[in-house]
């Protein structure tokens, strides 16, 4: 453990660090040098003048809000003595479980590559780049032959490597007990209780106005949303990252969700940011990869059968096939669980000066990845933009959806976040489907690996992601999950199969989101 002081230290040393080196840095630097020149500049309060002067032109403004992003997506700093593995994940069974699955992950895609004779990465000739040049806003309408390719891997499996873990040093004896935990997930991580959520997300009361309620019994909704919506425009003109994040607990209003999304995750499509995402497209449009082909392939599978979303499908290649080339996303590793996968130079296998990062920005795409993008092409209309705020997402959150880690966000505490939610909050039902071997979490795992994302409708998707960012955490996925199975409870305790379980729960496009977690958290006997 580390004093306070010493903590708060570190900290700053680590933002400042990081800083140094962010075109921001450099901005800021210009604008103080350049204002020397202004009369009201005076030699004799000059460090109070330059400081006035970047305030009052908004580059303080600024600061704060990169400084507020470092410290909600770096891990706060640990003792000096920390192994950099326990920086990723402090848990040693979970780094091993993540590695053997990045193992068998790798597995797949190599032998798919040998399998089909493609190579992980080629340069594509001249007359392939200029064609793919021509229809890089029509690459909906290719119809590449994806028969041979395969997802590397779908939730479900996912799913069953999160079954199999166990902390080796506890014990996991079958004793049945008052406090015996009757779900899939067996590993001993604390995760909040009902009260302990309403605590946390207080906002969401009964008693508290939200967008996406059609009924606040306090206000008549038109009057709340018209008095909210000047709130959300005075939060927009301020420009703090703080302010948007807590205005978006209540909900965005729909005109502007767009503007508050990218403020609160400060993604600000500078020049240079628009510069970036057009390297990337020539990086695209230079080289060929094997997960082109998955990326494609999942569009294809998901995105494009989906009634929202299809009318997006360019939308989705160029940023998908960006983002595979952005080294910038190999970040983010320095506090996931996982560990960018490394190719190797053809007949240089084994050789560590000739391994390569494959793909380039560390992610192997699996069935469904690109839901995490779709729903976002409804707020923004701009590639640049829609990529930035997408990778964004991606390095906060949606990575988390996908590695073995012990974080609360994680997808292993929100697996067990809803089993315990709900065995606690409707054991009869939850033991009914447990005797007719129909588990909660076989049926909801696919929700919450997604965020929801292709099985809501897209205006109740949102309101659920302006609270993720709001509350900068994914419980309250597991909270939906909970709340939707109690929401048909009297449907699913006639059920006697998990298939009939499933049927009941097919279609989640009709649910009103907010009102269910609210009736869930705040309107329940526990």
């Known amino acids: 453990m580390m004093a306070d002081g010493t903590e708060l230290s570190m900290t700053i040393a680590q933002i400042v660090q990081r800083l140094k080196g962010s075109h921001l840095h450099s901005q800021i630097e210009r604008q103080a040098k350049d204002c020397l020149h202004q009369p009201e500049i005076k030699l004799e309060s000059l460090k109070e003048d330059v400081r006035n002067f970047l305030k009052t032109s908004g580059w303080e403004r600024n600061l704060q809000n990169a400084v507020y992003r470092e410290m909600h997506v770096q891990p706060p700093p640990s003792h000096p003595a920390v192994p950099p593995e326990h920086l990723k994940e402090p848990l040693a069974y979970m780094r091993k479980a993540q590695t053997n699955w990045e193992k068998r992950i790798l597995k797949s895609l190599n032998s798919m590559c040998t399998e089909l004779e ?3 990465a080629r340069k594509r000739p001249v007359a392939e780049q200029n064609e793919l040049t021509n229809k890089w806003n029509e690459m909906g309408t290719d119809e590449p032959d994806l028969s041979r390719f395969r997802p ?88 703090d990252c703080a302010a948007a994040q807590q205005y978006s607990r209540q909900g965005c209003p729909t005109g502007l969700r767009a503007d508050l999304w990218a403020l609160i995750l400060n993604s600000t499509n500078q020049p240079q940011d628009v510069m970036h995402y057009e390297q990337l497209k020539a990086g695209v449009i230079q080289h060929d990869l094997l997960v082109d082909n998955l990326i494609y392939k999942d569009v294809k599978l998901t995105a494009s059968n989906d009634d929202y979303y299809f009318v997006f499908e360019d939308y989705l290649y160029q940023v998908l096939l960006c983002f595979s080339r952005d080294t910038a996303v190999l970040e983010h590793f320095s506090y996931n669980s996982a560990t960018p996968p490394k190719s190797y130079i053809q007949g240089k296998v084994g050789n560590e000066e000739c391994a390569v990062v494959y793909p380039p920005n560390g992610v192997i795409p699996f069935h469904g990845f690109s839901m995490y993008v779709a729903p976002l092409c409804f707020l923004y209309n701009e590639p640049s933009k829609l990529y930035s705020v997408f990778r964004e997402m991606y390095v906060r959150y949606f990575f988390r959806l996908h590695s073995i880690s012990s974080s609360h966000s994680g997808i292993v505490s929100l697996c067990l976040q809803f089993e315990c939610l709900l065995q606690t909050h409707l054991p009869q039902l939850f033991y009914h489907l447990r005797q007719i071997d129909a588990q909660p979490l076989r049926i909801a795992f696919k929700w919450m690996v997604r965020a929801f994302s292709g099985y809501l409708s897209t205006d109740q998707l949102l309101l659920l992601w302006d609270r993720i960012l709001g509350y900068d955490s994914l419980e309250i996925v597991a909270v939906l999950a909970a709340a939707v199975f109690a929401f048909r409870a009297e449907n699913l305790m006639e059920v006697t199969s998990l298939a009939s379980a499933e049927a009941v729960l097919a279609d989640l496009s009709t649910l009103k989101v907010m009102p269910l977690i609210q009736i869930f958290l705040f309107a329940t006997d526990i």
């Open 118 to 120: 493609v190579p992980l």
């Open 152 to 239: 590397v891997y779908a939730p479900k499996d996912f799913l069953e490597v999160l079954v199999s873990l166990r902390n080796p040093n506890h014990d996991n004896c079958e004793e049945v007990s008052a406090r015996s935990h009757w779900g899939l997930i067996q590993v001993p991580l604390n995760v909040r209780d009902v009260r302990q959520m309403r605590e946390a997300y207080s906002e969401l009361s009964l008693t508290t106005g939200q967008l996406g309620i059609d009924d606040n019994s306090h206000m008549h909704p038109d009057l709340f949303e018209s008095e909210y919506v000047q709130i959300g425009n005075k939060v927009l003109s301020a420009q």
